[in-house]
C-alpha cells in the first residue's frame, strides 16, 4: 500500500514539470492553446528521499535467468514459472489425502522477464495486483468445466495439471479421488475472467499471502529461475 501510494505521489509530481499543446478545432479554425507549468522545487525535494529509496529496493537483484521469461498461450516460460513456483510454495509443507494444483489466469502476468539479472522491480511488474492466495476444494466433477474453459481461452498458468489434445488430467493424484483442491487467486474465486466452476466449491482456505510475494520468495529460493519443479 506504501509502495503504491508513492508511485502515485511520484506519478502526481512530474504533472508540475510537464507542458501540454491542446489543439481546439472548430468549423473553420484551429486554435493552438499551448501551457506550461513550473515546476514546484519544494515538493520534489521532498519526494527526492522516498524516490530514491523506492528505486534503490526495486534494483535489488534478487534471482538470475538465463533465458528470456515471456507469456504465450497455451503454454510459456513465464507461465510454467509462476504456477509451478506458486504451487511448489503452497505444498512442500502440507500433506493431502486429495490431489491439489494450481490454476491461475494468464491476464494476471502483465510483464516478462528479460535475461539476466532478475530485480525486485521486475516481479512487481510481472504480478503489481495485490491478489492473495486463496485454496479451493472443488467436487472431481467440475475438473470437465474446467477443461471446457481452457480449450476456449487457449490456455492458463497451471501446474500439477495435463491438457494433452483437448483432455484434462491432474497429473499426480491418489486413484478416484472426490474432491480436489485449487490454488489460485482471490480475484478468480470471486468470478474473474470468467471462471464462474468455482461458484461450485465445497471449501475455501484463505491464506492472506499476495501472490507477488510468495513469487518473489521463491525467485530468491531458486536463484537461477526454473519452471521445473
Known sequence: MILRKLIFLFAGAGLWACSSHLVVNGNSNKEAVSQTIIADSSLESMIKPYKDSLDKRMNEVIAFSEEDFIVKRPASNLMNWVANALFVNQTKTVRLSQPAVCLLNTGGIRSSIGKGNVTLGDLYKVMPFDNTIVWVELPIEVLPEIEAY???????????????????????????????????????????DKMTFFTKRTNVNETGKLLRNVLIEEARNQGKLRTEN
Open 150 to 192: 481452457l480449450n476456449k481461452s487457449g490456455g492458463e498458468p497451471m501446474a500439477n495439471l495435463s491438457l494433452i489434445e483437448g483432455r484434462l488430467s491432474i497429473t499426480s493424484s491418489p486413484e478416484n479421488p472426490s474432491h480436489f483442491w485449487v490454488i489460485t487467486s482471490d480475484y478468480l474465486l470471486n468470478g474473474g
